[in-house]
């Protein structure tokens, strides 16, 4: 009998599958539901072809996604597996932590919070507090956008030293989303270093016409950039006074977050 995950929804069939992809997910499902096996456990219960099942198997092996006991010749989860999955309960304990959080601040300023954390050199959106306002930001959890064109972007890459920085932008072309964008890697490093000293990064109109944005850092107990939360506010409503009680807040905001975090 082939195994099939229980318990679990397996949404819409999407065509075309990638079976080796659809592989490697079974097996990883396979050895959570039934703890550590042996290879021709593992090929019987998956219907899996000897030659390629063996190289599915040392390639998880190879990437420590799965672990071999020689003692036992049986496999199972690996620490990498886990260490993946770590990323998603992170994201998971941050997002309960801030969204109170969020949502109180943007009953206060009653403009757009917004959480994201840094993937390669683009923002993830976490969590969004919508502004009660008819003219917002519209935005939605998942969502990724350009660092270098948002605040929020630009206070998480002042988090990163600058050799990963560097690498991260080397042979990058930043592409223009508005007039104001900054698409000049030099000059990108140099406003990465402003934000560093004011400890804070704004957006001038450079990735929507008509929004303006300011953002913070989250800072972990080792004072390491996990996340950053921003206020949008359409450019209309901005004005100093405003962007000086959603500074001000803003900076509350985060210092509860990173308390609550382990900050």
């Not at 939605?140 to 350009?146: E, I, K, P």
């Not at 016409?209 to 901005?238: D, E, H, L, Q, Y």
């Not at 009680?245 to 308390?259: I, Q």
Request: charged share 25%; glycine share 8%.
């Amino acid at each position: 009998m082939i195994y099939s995950p229980r318990s679990r929804s397996r949404g819409p069939t999407l065509q075309p599958v990638v079976k080796s992809a659809e592989r490697t997910m079974l097996l990883f499902e396979y050895l959570a539901e039934h703890g550590p096996a042996t290879y021709a456990t593992i090929t019987r219960a998956l219907g899996l072809p000897n030659s390629s099942g063996y190289q599915l198997v040392q390639t998880a092996v190879s990437r420590s996604f799965i672990e071999f006991d020689p003692a036992t010749r049986t496999y199972a989860i690996g620490s990498r597996l886990w260490e993946v999955a770590q990323a998603y309960s992170a994201d998971a304990r941050l997002v309960a932590a801030a969204q109170p959080v969020m949502d109180r601040l943007r009953n206060s300023t009653k403009e757009t919070v917004q959480l994201a954390r840094l993937s390669g050199l683009d923002n993830v959106y976490l969590a969004i507090a919508e502004s009660p306002h008819p003219m917002k930001l519209i935005s939605a959890v998942g969502t990724r956008l350009a660092s270098h064109g948002t605040g929020l972007g630009k206070v998480l890459l002042a988090g990163l030293d600058d050799a990963e920085l560097r690498e991260r932008l080397h042979d990058v072309t930043l592409a223009r989303f508005t007039d104001r964008t900054i698409t000049d890697t030099e000059q990108l490093l140099k406003v990465i270093d402003e934000v560093r000293v004011q400890g804070y990064g704004e957006d001038r109109e450079e990735y929507v016409v008509g929004c303006r944005c300011i953002a913070i850092p989250i800072k972990n107990g080792s004072g390491a950039t996990v996340a950053a939360m921003s206020v949008s506010i359409p450019t209309p409503r901005f004005n100093a006074d405003l962007a000086a009680k959603v500074l001000r807040e803003l900076r509350e905001a985060v210092d509860e977050v990173g308390k609550a975090i382990g900050g």
